[in-house]
């Protein structure tokens, strides 16, 4: 009865070690591809060095889109439905 919780301690004890033999780094392609892009994004050095300012009409729509998007409420959850879409799109 005593090697039960003393073997439940070792495989705790145990478990960090598993955890650090996983390697860093992209497990994917893809994963790759879109660390690249945030890393552009985050630093900015594919940045247009051509300012782009939005007009006062351009500000104001998306200001009212904005205001518009606060009258619909948002779901507790979105069901998931056959074909991998979820309730609300289309």
């Not at 090697?3 to 004890?13: G, H, I, T």
């Not at 630093?43 to 889109?65: C, L």
């Not at 606060?70 to 979105?78: D, G, M, S």
Request: aromatic letters at 6%; hydrophobic letters at 35%; glycine letters at 6%.
């Amino acid at each position: 009865m005593m090697k039960v919780p003393y073997l439940a301690s070792l495989a705790m004890l145990a478990l960090p070690m598993s955890v650090m033999a996983i390697e860093p780094g992209p497990s994917s392609p893809q994963q790759a591809a879109t660390e690249q892009w945030l890393t552009l994004q985050s630093t900015g050095s594919a940045a247009s060095k051509t300012p782009q300012k939005a007009s006062a009409a351009e500000r104001d729509k998306a200001h009212q889109r904005l205001l518009e998007s606060y009258k619909y409420p948002i779901p507790e959850y979105f069901e998931q439905k056959v074909g991998g879409k979820t309730e609300g799109s289309n």
